[in-house]
C-alpha cells in the first residue's frame, strides 16, 4: 500500500487565506491586528522560527513587531517589556519565543502574558479555557494537528487514537482535543510498556516525542492515519520526524511528512489565533 502524503502546504495555505480574509475585514473597520515576537539570545532553531512566523504575518495581513533581546538580558527586562506591550492597545498578540535562556523562568514570563493577547495558547487561563472547550485561542501546534486530520477528510470521532508524548504544549493538548472530537484516545510516554503493541491498535497515531524515526511501520496499522509532529535532525544533519517515512508510507492509509507537515500548521494556527486576538479586544 501507498499512503496519502497529507499536504501541509496545501492545508497551512488555506488556513492563511481564511486568515487573511479575516485580516481585511479588521482593516476595513480601521483595526490593523498586530503581533508582537519576543526572541531572547542566539538559538537558531528560534531565529528560523521567529522568522517564519514573521513572513507568516506579511502574507496573511498582519503587522508584526519584533523585539530581540541579547542572551543575558535579566528577567526583569523582559517582563518590563511584556508589561509594556500588554499596556500597547495597538499590539493584538504577544508571542515570546521558547526556549528561553536557562536564568529564566518560562512559566513566570508566560503568565505575565496578558491572558487575552496570549496567542501561543500558554497562559494556564487559556490552557483551561482549551480544556474545557470554550471558544478563545486554540493551542497551535496540536490545532494544526486536528486541522491536518479534518482537512485531509479523516474523521475522528469513534476512532482509537494514540498519542505518543505528553508534554504540557504539545502531547497532553493533542490528546484533548482528539477526546474532544470523540476519539478514544491513549498517551504513550516514555515510561509506557510495549509501545509498539499499543500503537498498533491506533487509527490515528500522532507522534510527538522528538525521536529520529522511533515510530517504525511494525508499529503501524494497516490504513491508519500517521501524523508525525517530530522536529528533529537525522545524522546527517538534515531535518526529518518521529516516522520513518518511507517504510511507514507501505502500511499506512495517510502521513504527514516532516517538512511540509505540521510544522507549516503551528504558524497558520498562530495566525488564526492573532485575528482571534484582535477580535477580541474589539468587543468581536
Ligand atoms: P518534550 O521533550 O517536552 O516531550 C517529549 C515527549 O515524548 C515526552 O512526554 C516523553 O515522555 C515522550 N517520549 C520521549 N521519548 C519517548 C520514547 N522513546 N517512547 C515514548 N515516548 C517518548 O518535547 P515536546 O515539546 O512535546 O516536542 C515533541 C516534538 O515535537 C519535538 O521533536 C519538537 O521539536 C516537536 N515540536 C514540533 C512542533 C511543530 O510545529 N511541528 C511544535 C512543537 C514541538
Not at 472530537?181 to 498517551?187: E, P, R
Not at 507549516?264 to 492573532?274: D, G, Q
Request: charged share 20%; net charge negative.
Amino acid at each position: 500500500m501507498k499512503a496519502h502524503r497529507i499536504d501541509g502546504k496545501a492545508i497551512s495555505d488555506q488556513i492563511k487565506a481564511e486568515a487573511a480574509w479575516e485580516a481585511q475585514k479588521l482593516q476595513r473597520q480601521g483595526i490593523v491586528p498586530c503581533l508582537a515576537v519576543i526572541l531572547v539570545g542566539e538559538d537558531p532553531a528560534s531565529k528560523v522560527y521567529v522568522n517564519n512566523k514573521k513572513k507568516a504575518c506579511e502574507a496573511v495581513g498582519i503587522l508584526s513587531r519584533s523585539y530581540v533581546l541579547p542572551a543575558d538580558t535579566e528577567e526583569k527586562e523582559l517582563l518590563d517589556l511584556v508589561a509594556q506591550l500588554n499596556a500597547d492597545e495597538g499590539v493584538h498578540g504577544i508571542l515570546v519565543q521558547l526556549p528561553l535562556p536557562p536564568h529564566m523562568d518560562e512559566n513566570q514570563v508566560i503568565l505575565a502574558i496578558d491572558p487575552k493577547k496570549d496567542v501561543d495558547c500558554f497562559h494556564p487561563w487559556n490552557v483551561g479555557l482549551a480544556q474545557m472547550g470554550q471558544q478563545g485561542f486554540v493551542p497551535c501546534t496540536p490545532a494544526g494537528v486536528m486541522e491536518l486530520i479534518t482537512r485531509s477528510g479523516y474523521a475522528v470521532e469513534g476512532k482509537r487514537c494514540v498519542v505518543i508524548g505528553r508534554s504540557h504544549n504539545v502531547g497532553k493538548p493533542i490528546a484533548m482535543l482528539l477526546l474532544q472530537a470523540n476519539g478514544t484516545v491513549t498517551i504513550c510516554h516514555s515510561k509506557t510498556r510495549d509501545l509498539a503493541e499499543i500503537c498498533c491498535q491506533a487509527d490515528i497515531l500522532v507522534s510527538a516525542a522528538g525521536r529520529v524515526h522511533m515510530v517504525t511501520a511494525d508499529m503501524v496499522k494497516p490504513g491508519a492515519v500517521v501524523i508525525d509532529v517530530g522536529i528533529n535532525r537525522d545524522e546527517n544533519g538534515k531535518l526529518c520526524g518521529d516516522v520513518d517515512f518511507d517504510a511507514v508510507c507501505e502500511v499506512a492509509g495517510a502521513v504527514s511528512p516532516v517538512p511540509g507537515g505540521v510544522g507549516l500548521m503551528t504558524v497558520a494556527m498562530l495566525m488564526k489565533n492573532c485575528i482571534t486576538a484582535a477580535k477580541l479586544q474589539n468587543g468581536q
